[in-house]
């Protein structure tokens, strides 16, 4: 839920629209008295807050591309619907407001549901463009860090290595994946060759 209050906005009042965090940047400028700015993506979202009107563009979209995942996934969130894409992967389709513990993907069942998500999707982004370029910066991100870590230039004293840091790449390999050995740096090595 998104809470805002001040001049002109009504106490208690109540909106089902979906917004998303890109919104704030317009809406802080508008209430600021502020010319709007064609390069925020959001829009402001005062007309809904104030009562001017119940339209918006009433959908969210998200973007992860943490290192819990294989790959990276992008949500779009439009009525009902919540679709996320796995680059590489099934998608998937939710029902949140059925399911709102999003424990069964529809997207077998939905088809239809799915290519129009989609299609709303790539209006917001290439994701799998997105992708290749994300995955082509951590290459060029670890190759760096690796090529300062095997010359000493890095210490490493986060975790286990706190009380001992280390500015030995096999230490410090070893302290973000334990058993980290030959194999796994040739994984490395074919994945920089990417």
Known sequence: PMIITGPDIPANG??????????????FIEMGGLQERPDCDGESLLPLATGQTTQSRNQAYACFTGTTMNTSAYMLRQGKWKYIVYVGQPCQLFDVA??????????????????ELDA???KIVDYEQTHRDWQDYCRSAFREWQ???KRGLYVDDSYSLRDNPSSEYWTIMDNCFTGYDQNDEKAVEKWLSE
Not at 14 to 27: G, Q
């Open 98 to 115: 059925n399911d709102p513990g999003e424990l069964q993907d529809l997207s077998g069942k939905k088809p239809e549901v799915v290519s």
């Open 147 to 149: 090529r300062q870590a």
């Open 120 to 122: 709303e999707l790539c």
């Open 14 to 27: 109540e909106s089902d629209n979906l917004v998303s965090a890109i919104d704030l940047c317009p809406t």
